[in-house]
T-cell receptor, first 113, second 114 residues
């Protein structure tokens, strides 16, 4: 998925640990999104950003924080990981137009034990 | 389509058959819809889109149909190939607070048997 890079690709955390997931884009798109994907649940929006310095809550924001200090980067933080946060996390980007598709990163598989 | 519990709806077809994947969307005000394909271990990728002023759009081997009356989308894949095996999601760009949020259905797993 050219243009959207997520790091790390895999991580195992212990309950209570913290971590930050990084999404970096080189397409100069305004909108960035963090989703989580669980079996049978599709993609659920955690937080999103419509531009540098702005963030907003999505459908499932609890337990996560985000920051968009630079246009090309969108960080997702877990302050105190819980087993319920075991999931695959996807970052997506989109330009500011109404009728355009999203581009996704390859995902981060996070396991909290 | 909708799913219950941990299992996605699954469509199994033979190689060479045509596949039809269905999706219901939620917001009658949405006017842009997209189908994504997600292969195992990868992020979703754009397949085809359609605007609400159309009821059909064709791509290479894929066709999307839109029925706004019943808020229904379908993706038709002609001459399905093993490489088409994946999870397929429909999505709408949902208007929220002046911005547009890609909002996804639960997905359908397509299995193509050689």
């Amino acid at each position: 998925n050219a243009g959207v890079t997520q790091t790390p690709k895999f991580r195992v955390l212990k309950t209570g640990q913290s971590m930050t997931l990084l999404c970096a884009q080189d397409m100069n798109h305004e909108y960035m999104y963090w989703y989580r994907q669980d079996p049978g649940m599709g993609l659920r929006l955690i937080h999103y950003s419509v531009g540098e310095g702005t963030t907003a809550k999505g459908e499932v924001p609890d337990g996560y924080n985000v920051s968009r200090l630079k246009k090309q980067n969108f960080l997702l933080g877990l302050e105190s990981a819980a087993p319920s946060q075991t999931s695959v996390y996807f970052c997506a980007i989109r330009d500011g137009s109404k009728n355009t598709e999203a581009f996704f990163g390859q995902g981060t598989r996070l396991t909290v034990v | 389509g909708e799913s219950v519990g941990l299992h996605l709806p699954t469509l199994s077809v033979q190689e060479g058959d045509n596949s039809i994947i269905n999706c219901a969307y939620s917001n009658s005000a949405s006017d842009y819809f997209i189908w994504y394909k997600q292969e195992s271990g990868k992020g979703p990728q754009f397949i085809i889109d359609i605007r609400s002023n159309m009821d059909k759009r064709q791509g290479q081997r894929v066709t999307v149909l839109l029925n706004k009356t019943v808020k229904h989308l379908s993706l038709q894949i002609a001459a399905t190939q093993p490489g088409d095996s994946a999870v397929y999601f429909c999505a709408e760009n949902f208007a929220s607070g002046g911005s547009y949020i890609p909002t996804f259905g639960r997905g359908t797993s397509l299995i193509v048997h050689p």
